[in-house]
Protein backbone atom coordinates (compact mmCIF):
# COMPACT_ATOMS: atom_id res chain seq x y z
CA UNK A 1 0.00 0.00 0.00
CA UNK A 2 1.54 3.13 -1.07
CA UNK A 3 1.46 6.29 0.90
CA UNK A 4 1.94 10.30 0.35
CA UNK A 5 4.95 10.97 -0.28
CA UNK A 6 6.54 14.09 2.12
CA UNK A 7 8.19 15.97 -0.56
CA UNK A 8 6.33 15.76 -3.97
CA UNK A 9 2.51 14.56 -2.39
CA UNK A 10 1.75 12.23 -4.64
CA UNK A 11 0.43 8.84 -3.62
CA UNK A 12 3.38 6.99 -4.67
CA UNK A 13 5.73 6.35 -1.64
CA UNK A 14 6.43 2.38 -0.26
CA UNK A 15 7.96 1.31 2.17
CA UNK A 16 11.46 0.15 2.36
CA UNK A 17 14.84 -0.74 4.84
CA UNK A 18 17.45 1.86 3.64
CA UNK A 19 20.58 2.27 5.01
CA UNK A 20 21.44 5.94 6.50
CA UNK A 21 24.33 8.35 7.53
CA UNK A 22 24.35 9.79 10.67
CA UNK A 23 26.61 11.92 12.28
CA UNK A 24 26.96 11.10 16.13
CA UNK A 25 25.39 14.13 18.95
CA UNK A 26 28.90 14.84 19.97
CA UNK A 27 30.02 15.42 16.43
CA UNK A 28 33.08 12.67 16.72
CA UNK A 29 32.61 10.50 13.60
CA UNK A 30 29.28 9.18 11.23
CA UNK A 31 28.41 6.03 11.33
CA UNK A 32 25.89 3.75 8.80
CA UNK A 33 23.01 2.14 10.34
CA UNK A 34 21.59 0.12 7.92
CA UNK A 35 17.88 -1.42 7.27
CA UNK A 36 16.36 1.76 8.81
CA UNK A 37 12.87 1.58 8.11
CA UNK A 38 11.80 4.25 5.64
CA UNK A 39 9.93 5.54 2.65
CA UNK A 40 11.08 5.18 -0.89
CA UNK A 41 9.18 7.33 -3.51
CA UNK A 42 8.78 6.11 -7.01
CA UNK A 43 7.91 9.39 -8.86
CA UNK A 44 10.36 11.57 -6.95
CA UNK A 45 12.70 8.92 -5.93
CA UNK A 46 13.10 10.18 -2.62
CA UNK A 47 13.95 7.77 -0.06
CA UNK A 48 13.47 9.45 3.63
CA UNK A 49 12.55 8.96 7.13
CA UNK A 50 9.66 9.91 8.88
CA UNK A 51 10.61 12.10 11.39
CA UNK A 52 9.11 10.47 14.23
CA UNK A 53 11.72 7.70 13.20
CA UNK A 54 14.42 10.41 12.77
CA UNK A 55 13.42 11.60 16.76
CA UNK A 56 13.84 7.80 17.82
CA UNK A 57 17.83 7.46 16.36
CA UNK A 58 18.55 10.46 17.51
CA UNK A 59 17.07 10.05 21.38
CA UNK A 60 19.13 6.95 21.14
CA UNK A 61 22.32 7.90 20.31
CA UNK A 62 22.09 10.22 22.83
CA UNK A 63 21.62 8.35 25.80
CA UNK A 64 23.33 5.24 24.55
CA UNK A 65 27.84 4.82 24.62
CA UNK A 66 28.84 5.88 21.67
CA UNK A 67 32.36 6.03 22.89
CA UNK A 68 32.98 2.62 21.12
CA UNK A 69 30.11 2.36 18.73
CA UNK A 70 30.33 0.17 15.45
CA UNK A 71 30.68 2.25 12.62
CA UNK A 72 28.30 0.42 10.51
CA UNK A 73 25.41 -1.26 12.77
CA UNK A 74 21.52 -2.22 11.81
CA UNK A 75 18.69 -0.31 13.08
CA UNK A 76 17.76 -3.04 15.26
CA UNK A 77 20.97 -3.60 16.90
CA UNK A 78 21.30 0.39 17.73
CA UNK A 79 17.62 0.19 19.41
CA UNK A 80 19.13 -2.33 21.42
CA UNK A 81 22.14 -0.71 22.73
CA UNK A 82 21.95 -0.59 26.60
CA UNK A 83 20.70 2.65 27.48
CA UNK A 84 22.81 5.26 30.18
CA UNK A 85 20.10 7.08 30.71
CA UNK A 86 16.58 6.21 32.16
CA UNK A 87 15.87 8.95 30.10
CA UNK A 88 16.79 11.46 27.48
CA UNK A 89 17.84 14.36 29.47
CA UNK A 90 18.48 16.25 26.41
CA UNK A 91 15.25 16.18 24.52
CA UNK A 92 13.62 19.45 25.80
CA UNK A 93 10.22 18.76 24.10
CA UNK A 94 8.95 16.35 27.32
ZN1 LIG B 1 7.80 11.76 -3.99
Redesign the pocket.
Known amino acids: MNEV ?6 E ?2 RKIEASVYWELPDGTKAIEITDVPSYY ?1 D ?4 TYQTDERVREIENQLFIINTKNIESVLSFEELMNKPRLLKRNYFDFDY
Open positions: CVWCEQTACNCQA
